[in-house]
C-alpha cells in the first residue's frame, strides 16, 4: 500500500483507513497472528472510500489534485513515452528557460518534436524550473522548435502544465506578453498536425502560449482557466480564500472543456490521479496520442489549417438578435 | 449634422461621458483647473502637463473618422453568460448594470470608416464597460473587423484598452486570444496592415493576443501596459519596481512599442502608416 507525504484535505479518511491497515499488517507481522479478515475488510474499506471520494471530486479538488505534487509532471511522460528524446535548449536571443522543455524525438515510430512545460519536485528543482511558469524565453524557445518542426514536416505535441507564465520585471521587460501573442498567432498556421494535452494544471495564458491544436486532450483531473480560482477569488470576492467558490463559479473541469469545445477528448486517470498509477496514466496518454495523431496525418494541410481554424473560430457563447436590422456592407 | 451615419440599431453615442461632472477638471499632475470645454477640444488631453485622460469609444471614434464615414457593424452582438456565473453578483446582473452606465451593448465599438480619406476597418475598446474585458462579444466583433478587413483588402486598426480576458466567461473567454491572434494571421497572409494602439491600460489576456499582434505597435504617452499588473508582481516576487515601469516610455526603450503618438496627432499618423503600407488599389 503506498504511502502518502501529502495529503489532501478530503483525502484523510483513506489516509487513516490506511494508517489502520498498516497498523493490522505490523501486528500480524509481529505478533504472528492471523489478521487477514481484518485486512480484507479494510481493503474493502479503502476502495470504497477510494471510489466515494474520488468518483465526486468538485471542481476545487479537482485543481488541488491537478496541482498534487506527486502528479506526474511532462518530463516522466516524456521519459517514458519518447524514445531518443534530444532535448534542445535555448531560444537563440537571450537564455535557456527550463521551465519550458523543448525536443526531438519518436513516439512508437513517428518523429515529434515536444514543447512541455515542467515543474519541479525538489526545491531545488523547483527553482530550476521557476515552479513550470516560463519567462518569454520559453515562448520564444517553443515557437522556433515548432517552426523547426513545421520546415520538416514534424508534428507537434504539446504537454501543458503550469500556473502561468511568470510574473516579473524580467517577463515584462522582455515582453511576456508579445511572446505568447505570437505563439498563439503562429500555432495558429503551422502546416503540421499538433497535439496539446492539459497534464496538470491549464493557467491562463501561460497554458495557451503553447496550446492552440488541433486537438486538446485535458487529463480528468486537470483544470484549465483564464485565471487562477485564487486570482479570480482575489478580485471579485476580494479574498483568495474564496478560491473555492471561484473554482466553482469559473467551470474550468475537464467535463465542461469538452462541454464548451476548449478539448476534445479525457484522458482518464486512475482514481485518485495519475500519481496513483503512473504507467496506467502514460498508456492512457499514449493511446489518445497515437489515436489522434493517425486522425491527424490523413489530412492535407488545407483541411488541417482550415479545422484548426474552425475550431477556434467557434468558440464563444454570444447572442445575435435576428430582429436587428443588418448592415451592408460597404465597398 | 450626424457626426457619422449609423444603422437604426447603432449605440454609439457621442456624448462625452468620462468628463467629470461640473464646468472644470483637474489636472493631475499640475493641479491646475482645465476648462471643460477646452480639455474637450484638445481631445481630453491637459494642455499643459499633456496627461491623457481616458477616452471612451464612441468619442475616440468621432475623433479619429472622418465625419460621416463610420459605419458600425455588430452592435447587435451581445454578452449572455454561458456559465451562469455568480460572484458577490451575477454576471447577468453586472452586464445589465454596465450597459445601463454606458449605454454600450459591450466592451468593443467595431465598424468600418475612413481616417483622412483611407478606408479602415476599425474596433474601439471602452474601459468602461466591466474593464474592457474581452468575452466572446469582444472576441467576435473583433475577430469580425478583421475578418472583415480580410475581404475588404483594407487596413484594420484596433484601439485597445483592457484589464484582460473576462473572468466570467470562464474559459472561453481565454479562447478568443486563440480567435482574433487567428484572425490576424490570415490578415498578415493576405498581407494588409494592422495597426495596434495601445491606451491606457492595456494587460493581460487582450495584450497577450491581439493587441500585441500589430505590424506597427503605438501608444498613448503614459499608458500602463503589461501581461501581470504591477501589484501582482510585487505581491509574488516582492521585487522593487523600477521606476516608471509598464509605461508607454518604458515599454519604448524595451522595445516592445514603435511609436509613442499623442492623442492629438494620431490620426495623422495611422494616415502616414497606412498610406505607406497600403495602397487603395489593394481593395476589393
Known amino acids: 500500500m503506498e504511502q502518502f507525504e501529502f495529503i489532501l484535505d478530503f483525502e484523510k479518511p483513506l489516509r487513516d483507513l490506511e494508517k489502520q491497515l498498516r497498523a493490522l499488517e505490523t501486528v500480524s507481522r509481529e505478533n504472528r497472528v492471523d489478521v487477514q479478515s481484518e485486512i480484507d475488510s479494510i481493503l474493502e474499506k479503502i476502495e470504497a472510500t477510494k471510489r466515494t471520494i474520488y468518483k465526486n471530486l468538485t471542481p476545487w479538488q479537482k485543481v488541488q489534485i491537478a496541482r498534487h505534487p506527486k502528479r506526474l509532471y511532462s518530463l516522466d511522460y516524456i521519459r517514458s513515452l519518447i524514445n531518443n528524446f534530444q532535448e534542445l535548449h535555448g531560444d537563440r536571443r537571450f537564455r535557456d528557460d527550463p521551465a519550458m522543455i523543448c525536443g526531438t524525438g519518436r513516439l512508437e515510430g513517428h518523429p515529434v518534436t515536444v514543447i512541455a512545460q515542467q515543474k519541479g519536485r525538489k526545491t531545488k528543482h523547483k527553482i530550476l524550473r521557476n515552479f513550470g511558469m516560463p519567462h518569454p524565453e520559453g515562448y520564444r524557445k517553443a515557437l522556433r522548435c515548432m517552426e523547426m518542426a513545421e520546415k520538416f514536416g514534424i508534428p507537434i505535441l504539446c504537454l501543458i502544465d503550469t500556473a502561468g507564465a511568470a510574473p516579473g520585471i524580467g517577463s515584462e521587460e522582455r515582453h511576456v506578453a508579445e511572446a505568447i501573442a505570437v505563439n498563439i498567432r503562429q500555432m495558429s498556421r503551422l502546416e503540421v498536425p499538433i497535439i496539446a494535452a492539459v497534464i496538470g494544471e491549464g493557467g491562463s495564458g501561460g497554458a495557451l502560449g503553447i496550446g492552440v491544436a488541433d486537438k486538446v486532450l485535458v487529463f480528468e483531473n486537470s483544470y484549465y482557466a483564464t485565471i487562477s480560482p485564487e486570482g479570480c477569488a482575489a478580485i471579485l470576492w476580494k479574498d483568495r480564500t474564496h478560491a473555492k467558490d471561484a473554482a466553482e463559479a469559473m467551470k474550468l473541469d475537464a467535463q465542461e472543456l469538452i462541454k464548451f469545445g476548449v478539448a476534445d477528448e479525457i484522458v482518464e486517470e486512475p482514481l485518485g490521479g495519475t500519481h496513483r498509477d503512473p504507467e496506467k496514466s502514460v498508456e492512457n496518454l499514449r493511446d489518445a496520442i497515437l489515436r489522434n495523431l493517425q486522425d491527424l496525418k490523413g489530412q492535407d494541410t488545407d483541411t488541417l489549417l482550415e479545422n484548426r481554424y474552425q475550431k477556434y473560430r467557434n468558440i464563444g457563447v454570444y447572442l445575435e438578435a435576428e430582429n436587428f436590422e443588418s448592415a451592408s456592407r460597404i465597398g | ?284
Open chain 2, 1 to 284: 449634422m450626424p457626426l457619422f451615419s449609423k444603422p437604426k440599431y447603432s449605440t454609439v453615442t457621442v456624448k462625452k461621458k468620462d468628463i467629470p461632472q461640473g464646468l472644470w477638471t483637474k489636472d493631475p499632475i499640475t493641479g491646475d483647473l482645465i476648462y471643460n470645454k477646452e480639455l474637450e477640444q484638445n481631445l481630453l488631453v491637459a494642455p499643459k502637463s499633456g496627461y491623457h485622460f481616458p477616452m471612451d469609444a464612441p468619442t475616440r471614434i468621432e475623433s479619429l473618422l472622418d465625419e460621416g464615414t463610420f459605419k458600425e457593424w455588430d452592435a447587435e452582438l451581445t454578452s449572455v453568460d454561458p456559465l451562469s456565473f455568480k460572484d458577490k453578483k451575477a454576471y447577468s446582473d453586472r452586464l445589465d448594470t454596465y450597459r445601463k452606465k454606458t449605454k454600450l451593448t459591450d466592451a468593443v465599438i467595431s465598424g468600418s470608416g475612413n481616417i483622412l480619406d483611407l478606408p479602415v476597418e476599425i474596433s474601439v475598446m471602452d474601459f468602461r464597460f466591466i474593464g474592457a474585458s474581452m468575452g466572446a462579444v469582444v472576441g467576435e466583433k473583433i475577430t469580425r473587423s478583421i475578418e472583415r478587413a480580410t475581404d475588404r483588402k483594407v487596413p484594420c486598426v484596433t484601439i485597445c484598452a483592457s484589464g484582460g480576458a473576462r473572468m466570467q466567461e470562464g474559459i472561453l473567454s481565454l479562447m478568443q486570444m486563440a480567435k482574433t491572434s487567428a484572425a490576424l494571421a490570415r490578415l498578415a497572409k493576405a498581407k494588409l496592415p494592422y495597426l495596434s494602439v495601445l491606451t491606457n491600460p492595456t494587460y493581460a489576456g487582450v495584450m497577450a493576443s491581439f493587441a500585441s499582434l500589430g505590424d506597427l505597435i503605438i501608444a498613448e504617452p503614459g499608458a500602463l501596459i503589461g501581461f501581470a499588473g504591477a501589484r501582482v508582481i510585487k505581491e509574488t516576487t516582492k521585487e522593487e519596481l523600477p521606476k516608471g515601469f509598464q509605461t508607454a516610455e518604458f515599454l519604448l526603450e524595451h522595445g516592445l512599442i514603435d511609436q509613442i503618438v499623442p492623442r492629438q496627432e494620431l490620426r495623422d499618423r495611422l494616415k502616414t502608416f497606412f498610406s505607406v503600407l497600403w495602397s487603395a488599389e489593394q481593395a476589393g
